[in-house]
């Protein structure tokens, strides 16, 4: 699944974007700086990163998604972990039911896409994206990770406040004592969690 130079040539062509001796130019601009044409493409201002990435995706019959600005559930988010999501450029952004759609740069990554069928028990549905699409996606994770640490500490307060106005002064400072270790203990609790489904050998809290 590669969308070869002479495949990319015709499209070009028959769309008035270059002529023949311009395409051949640029093809062999591209294998002496050992660049994808691709690119060279986008430098030469032929077009832009999302065309290209549409075309791509007509020639190889593969649906383009753009999720630039798309914020994606966590629970979904979550189904890829992090790390994987990195190191392969692929994100999770809709399930419908026992189908996963996934938005990923290389469509030549088919060992992926079956090893995400293994461990989700899913059925895949690859799309391809623009890199600026997964970044706004892999930005989501560090977010939902915050987000959880918010409502923990907002919940928690909230349990402290109650038990100041409900009890005597001995047992409020009993009471409190272990209230207020609560969001600490359930702030770990999230990171480990994170952790196990990130596939983390290493915690690193730091002071801020």
């Known amino acids: 699944m590669k969308v070869e130079p002479q495949q990319l040539k015709a499209f070009l062509i028959d769309a008035g974007l270059v002529n023949d001796e311009k395409f051949e130019k640029i093809l062999a601009k591209s294998k002496t700086s050992n660049k994808k044409i691709g690119d060279v493409l986008i430098a030469e201002g ?9 075309l791509e995706a ?14 994606i559930r ?18 999770s952004f809709r399930k419908n039911g026992r189908d996963l759609e996934v938005a ?19 059925r895949i549905l ?23 640490f918010g409502e923990i500490i907002k919940q928690d307060a909230g349990a402290v406040e109650a038990i100041k106005d409900e009890m005597g002064v001995k047992e409020k400072d009993e009471l409190l004592k272990a209230a207020e270790d609560l969001p ?25």
């Open 46 to 54: 032929v077009l832009s990163r999302e065309e290209l990435v549409k």
């Open 58 to 71: 007509y020639i190889l019959g593969i649906p383009f998604i753009n999720l630039e600005k798309e914020v």
């Open 74 to 91: 966590p629970e979904i988010l979550k189904i890829i972990p992090e790390p994987i999501a990195r190191n392969h450029n692929i994100v």
């Open 104 to 122: 990923m740069l290389d469509p030549e990554d088919l060992r992926m896409i079956e090893f995400l069928k293994k461990t989700t028990n899913l």
């Open 126 to 148: 690859p799309k391809l994206t623009t890199p600026e699409s997964i970044r706004n996606v892999l930005n989501q994770y560090q977010q939902t990770l915050e987000a959880e």
């Open 184 to 208: 600490i203990i359930r702030i770990v609790d999230t990171l480990l969690k994170h952790a196990i489904l990130q596939r983390a050998s290493d915690i690193h809290v730091e002071p801020s």
